[in-house]
């Protein structure tokens, strides 16, 4: 099961740009091997596609249409659930939501494996930590006039949000706001920013505050504000004043979020000090269970950024501390497009129509879920914890992945189908005169599972300076997300073999799949 956020995907009212559900499809399943140019991580797995996001409860919905889609999945029997959506700031982050139980009780209770994109809030500016002293502090935002490559378009949100997290009491913070000089209307001063609104505050000329605030079963609070006005009009551009007095009696740790409604993932509205991508893990990639994705840079990157972490790749830990990052995937995956009717021009070569570049951590998932249909097929009987344990067992860890933080990065490293499935002894290929029957596949074969792994009350340690065998992953993590993807038919075990073989040359030479 693939879950899409529509307004990528597409309805019937709706044609975007690039279907995100074809794309992500065609890199899980698509074609056969020795058929086809491009082929999917996992051919002839069966696939579902869930619009999930159109009436999800962060949309026009409530977070029961969420969960039913969920259950109708188990009811389908899906092995893999892929989420390819995230959102931030607006719901709790440290995998105590209704989704993320759901999630939870599915990969523990039914063997359903979770996968999530970490997200794409990396080096955008929209996450800071602080730990705010005693009294009042100066927490500002920068609004653009404009954003987009070479800063193109009129930033011209209907709505700005900001969410601060900590761990405590709702009367521990309070807010006030100063608007930028030159608004007309707005009102003068500091704005007192209740801790609930029952209606909508006017803080400017057409321009209103809500307020609330929430704690979530794991003992966090989340301060939510918006602040909108009529669609088109804008908001404020300037560096809006926000001031946090702290009356806890003692630092506290907050972590910040900006939203708006018209860029997404892209740099826009941002902190103007304390920013970091740590902790940047988006909903529902935050799930216990979710086996959570990053990305790092693969053949349609700038060449030298190939094999390096991607600079948008959402990065760990949970704001509880679990580090919730479990392995990174290659991005920009080719792959195909339902609106693209023409050749493109890539690297100085026309590809054929129908295929492009599809970046972001939802590129990079599918990789993952399709190497866990192929583990599931191989071991049908493997749970998702031992799946996990062999996605780590296999991961990559490599010298220009050496940093103060990698596990926080790179969660286990990068992936690495063939060794998952086979470890450090892969079993040797038939020859031309052998049999299909000398072939045999024993459970020996397969990488030993650890099911400690699914045991993630502590980060990673620092791996700084661990022996880079290339084959052991760092040490042990936390984390997990899903996508559902039922393993197809039990082919010839020669068969697998070989298309793991494959997917192992498509991880690790780029460079030559550039020359085809």
């Known amino acids: 099961l693939t879950l899409l956020d529509p307004y990528l995907f597409g309805h019937e009212d709706w044609v975007p740009e690039v279907g995100r559900g074809v794309a992500v499809a065609g890199s899980r399943a698509a074609n056969t091997p020795g058929h086809f140019r491009c082929v999917g991580m996992a051919p002839s797995s069966e696939i579902y596609l869930v619009d999930f996001g159109l009436d999800s409860f962060y949309k026009k919905g409530t977070v029961d249409s969420d969960l039913n889609k969920l259950l109708w999945a188990a009811e389908q029997q899906v092995d893999i659930v892929l989420f390819e959506f995230g959102t931030w700031g607006i719901t709790f982050l440290d995998g ?54 070479g800063k193109a378009k009129k930033y011209s949100p209907s709505n700005l949000y900001l969410s601060l997290y900590w761990e405590g009491e709702a009367e521990d ?6 608007l930028p000089e030159g608004f007309p209307g707005k009102v003068e001063g500091e704005i007192e920013v209740p801790v609930h609104t029952e209606e909508p505050v006017q803080i400017g000329w057409d321009l209103y505050l809500t307020s609330f605030s929430a704690k979530s079963s794991r003992g966090f609070m989340l301060r939510f504000v918006t602040v909108f006005r009529d669609e088109g009009q804008g908001m404020p551009t300037g560096v809006w004043n926000w001031s946090l007095h702290n009356n806890s009696g003692a630092q506290l740790p907050v972590h910040g979020y900006l939203k708006d409604s018209q860029t997404s993932w892209s740099t826009s509205v941002k902190f103007a000090k304390w920013k970091t991508s740590y902790t940047t893990l988006c909903h529902p990639a935050t799930a216990d269970t979710a086996i959570t994705v990053g990305a790092y840079g693969a053949r349609f990157c700038p060449e030298k950024k190939i094999g390096k972490l991607r600079y948008y790749s959402s990065r760990g830990p949970r704001m509880d501390g679990v580090l919730g990052l479990d392995i990174t995937a290659p991005a920009d995956p080719y792959a195909p497009s339902p609106n693209l009717t023409k050749s493109v021009l890539v690297d100085g070569e026309h590809m054929f129509g129908g295929y492009r570049e599809f970046s972001g951590t939802s590129g990079a998932a599918p990789h993952v879920a399709g190497t866990l249909a192929l583990l599931k097929q191989f071991s049908p009987d493997a749970s998702p914890a031992e799946l996990l344990a062999m996605l780590a067992k296999g991961a990559r860890v490599e ?62 340690p620092d791996v700084t300076g661990a022996e880079l065998t290339g084959a052991d992953p760092p040490p042990e993590k936390s984390g997990g997300c899903g996508c559902r993807a039922a393993a197809g038919p039990s082919g010839p075990p020669w068969a697998l073999l070989l298309l793991l073989l494959g997917v192992r040359m498509f991880l690790h030479r780029f460079d030559a799949w550039r020359r085809l």
């Open 399 to 460: 010298h220009l992945m050496v940093s103060k933080n990698l596990a926080k990065k790179w969660g286990h490293g990068k992936l690495d189908a063939f060794a998952a499935a086979f470890g450090d002894s892969p079993p040797e290929f038939p020859t031309a005169e052998e049999t299909i029957e000398q072939v045999e596949l024993s459970p020996e074969s397969v990488a030993e599972p650890s099911p400690e792994i699914w045991d993630r009350p502590e980060p990673f």
């Open 173 to 178: 913070i309070d807010l006030t706001l100063t």
């Open 96 to 149: 105590s939501t209704n989704l993320e139980h759901a999630m939870d009780e599915l990969s523990l209770e039914k063997g359903i494996i979770q996968v999530a994109a970490a997200g794409n809030l990396g080096g955008k500016g929209k996450h800071m930590f602080h730990e705010f002293p005693e009294g009042d502090t100066a927490l500002d935002v920068i609004v653009p006039r404009r954003w987009g490559s």
